[in-house]
């Protein structure tokens, strides 16, 4: 079965420090989402990407957070300067049309831990 | 805006009993998707069902049932004979059909499910 892969599946970083964290989407997928969940809570949106441009984005994302496709397969999110409150599981989605469409493929996560 | 209400935090049960989690949702959309996760305790969401707006019938699933009230604006979530593997923590989602099919996340539900 098709499945979105995400590297690494565990950083500990300092704060004040760059991160960037990678997904592999399902190949014939066309939009990407990344997703928090901070320890303990709901999984909230943080963006969403399609046709080589952010589609929507969450009050969470500023200008400390960024997203790029850099090829044909990776999408990666960057964070500037990670603070402390930046500590949680990322977990990138993609989707072959909208959601009606198909079904949300989560991957297994990203756990980033800021100390 | 949207919302999704998972009103009981945490579930105990002893193995071989049915429960039922609670999801209540609201939307201005007539034409939305509601969704089940589990994340299990190694920390991926895993998908279990997507249901659409028009769809009422009740659906289920081997253990797993879902019945979808519109009405009350419920999509209630029924695990028959619970067995220890069930437990997780179990997400409702709600995505609207237009603009980028963002999910919106309740807090989650955490069943436990004791030998």
């Known amino acids: 079965e098709p499945e979105v892969t995400q590297t690494p599946s565990h950083q500990v970083t300092q704060m004040g420090q760059e991160v960037i964290l990678r997904c592999v989407p399902i190949?014939?997928?066309?939009?990407f989402y990344w997703y928090r969940q901070i320890l303990g809570q709901k999984v909230e949106f943080l963006v969403s990407?399609?046709?080589?441009?952010?589609?929507?984005k969450s009050e969470i994302f500023d200008d400390q957070f960024s997203v790029e496709r850099p090829d044909g397969s990776n999408f990666t999110l960057k964070i500037r300067s990670t603070k402390l409150e930046d500590s949680a599981m990322y977990f990138c989605a993609s989707i072959m049309g909208l959601a009606g469409t198909g079904e949300l493929f989560f991957g297994e996560g990203s756990r980033l831990t800021v100390l | 805006a949207q919302k999704v209400t998972q009103a009981q935090t945490e579930i105990s049960v002893v193995e071989k009993e049915d429960v039922t989690l609670d999801c209540v949702y609201e939307?201005?959309?007539?034409?939305?998707?509601l969704f089940w996760y589990k994340q299990p305790p190694s920390g991926e969401l895993v998908f279990l069902i997507r249901?659409?707006?028009?769809?009422?019938q009740n659906e289920i699933s081997g253990r797993y049932s879902w019945n979808f009230q519109k009405s009350t604006s419920s999509f209630n979530f029924t695990i028959t004979a619970s067995q220890v593997v069930d437990s997780a923590v179990y997400f409702c989602?709600?995505?609207?059909?237009?603009?980028?099919?963002?999910?919106?996340f309740g807090k989650g539900t955490m069943l436990l499910v004791s030998p």
């Open positions: 990407f399609y046709n080589n441009e952010i589609s929507e």
């Open positions: 939307t201005r959309d007539t034409t939305y998707y």
């Open positions: 249901r659409n707006s028009f769809d009422e």
């Open positions: 989602a709600l995505s609207e059909v237009t603009g980028y099919s963002t999910l919106t």
């Open positions: 190949s014939n997928h066309l939009y």
